[in-house]
């Protein structure tokens, strides 16, 4: 079943910015991280694909407002005690906020997370041609 993308009343920015997380990066931390993403679009729609293996659709919340996409999730780490000798695969909580470059179609966008990617499509808001009257 797909992730459903819903409006949101308020979008803090400050809240979305990576560069808390490239500024924190150097630090082993389970509570703050971003994911690999990609942002693209075709001649029919943006796509965003976000690299986030071991997780559930659930796991996902996927929101659009005023041109800014935001994902919330949060991976889960098994609950053992382990002393690490390298620690790459990041887990907890994380944010990242994409601006979307122009109109989109919200109510055909759609998110689905398959293999370890979340794929959001959204596709562009066709403008209507208008006629000019001399």
Do not use: C
């Not at 919330?72 to 390298?86: A, C, L």
């Amino acid at each position: 079943m797909p992730t459903i993308i819903r409006r949101t009343e308020t979008v803090l920015l400050t809240d979305k910015r990576r560069d808390v997380v490239n500024a924190v990066g150097w630090q082993v931390t389970s509570s703050l991280w971003t994911p690999p993403t990609d942002v693209y679009e075709t001649d029919e729609k943006y796509i965003v694909r976000i690299e986030a293996a071991g997780m559930r659709e659930s796991d996902f919340e996927v929101t659009f407002d005023k041109g800014i996409l935001l994902v919330k999730g949060v991976r889960s780490d098994v609950p053992e005690k382990r002393g690490y000798h390298q620690m790459e695969i990041h887990f907890g909580k994380f944010t990242t906020s994409i601006v979307i470059p122009g109109a989109i179609d919200l109510d055909t966008s759609m998110a689905e997370y398959h293999d370890g990617f979340l794929l959001i499509s959204m596709p562009k808001l066709k403008t209507k041609d208008v006629k000019i009257e001399e």
